[in-house]
Structure formats: C-alpha cells, structure tokens
C-alpha cells in the first residue's frame, strides 16, 4: 500500500509540474506570436525602435541563398525602395523548448516598389531565445514564394 501512494504522489507531482510547463508555454507561445505580429507592423511603419529591440545583437537572417546581419536587416527595412502598405502573418506555429522558440508560418507583404505594386509570400522559420526574461529573435530564415 506504502508504494502504491508514493507512485500516486510522483504521478500527481509530475502532473502538476508538466501542467505548469504547458501553462507557462501557452503564455510564451502567446506572447511570441504577438511579437510576430509586432514585426509585421513594425514593416509598415518602418519602426526602427521595435527592429532594435526584438533582434538580438547577434541575429542573423537567411533569405534565399543570403545571408544578412542585423545591422543589414535594420537598414534593408528602413530603407525608402519599397513602400510596404499591409504585412500580416498566417499559419503560424510555435515550437517551445525550454528557452528557445521556433516559429513557423507565411509572411505576406504587399506595397510598391520602383517596378510598381507587389505582393510578396514568404515561407519563414524564426527562432526566438529568451535571455533574462525578454524575448529576441535570434535567426530568421524565410523563402520568397516566386510568383
């Protein structure tokens, strides 16, 4: 009988333990997909201020066969080529472990550029890592869907 309640006792235990991961995971995922969103905007409304606090100072992105810094990627949305007039995000997952986030989904960007109007897909991948409480994104990876 002893065993018996000491097995209930690791089993309730670990349940409430894993309910509370899950719980706090659902918060992160919540949060997370926000700041994706936030990004979104943030294009829209060249928002220097939001680029510079949701990339970390090492972040690196991939597009296609590029690869940029963080400093490239602040200059290449602020500048004046592409005039972004809607970006939103669809089908986006977040995938926790532990400290570290990745977020899959589409990117969509529609605006005008020196060509004239565009509407741009992109298939993204984001890892987001969270370091003393704060989320940043750390790499980024998407492909232009040509059209």
Same mark, same amino acid.
């Given at each position: ?36 969103? #936030? ?5 829209? +409304?060249? =928002?220097?201020? &939001?680029?510079? /606090? ?27 080529? #592409? ?5 939103? +995000?669809? =089908?986006?997952? &977040?995938?926790? /472990? ?27 991948? #984001? ?21």
């Amino acid at each position: 009988m002893g065993k018996l309640v000491l097995l209930f006792a690791v089993v309730v235990s670990i349940s409430a333990c894993t309910s509370g991961q899950q719980e706090k995971n659902s918060k992160d995922s919540t949060f997370i997909l926000q700041l994706e969103n #936030d990004w979104a905007k943030a294009l829209v +409304n060249r =928002d220097e201020a &939001v680029f510079n /606090k949701l990339l970390a100072p090492d972040f690196f992105y991939t597009e296609n066969e590029k690869m940029y810094s963080r400093t490239e990627v602040i200059q290449s949305v602020m500048s004046v080529a #592409d005039k972004v007039e809607s970006a939103y +995000n669809e =089908d986006m997952q &977040v995938h926790m /472990k532990e400290n570290t986030a990745i977020v899959t989904g589409w990117l969509f960007i529609n605006g005008k550029g020196a060509g004239g109007n565009f509407k741009r897909k992109y298939r993204f991948t #984001d890892v987001w890592y969270k370091n003393k409480g704060s989320w940043q994104l750390i790499a980024a990876q998407d492909y232009l869907v040509p059209e």
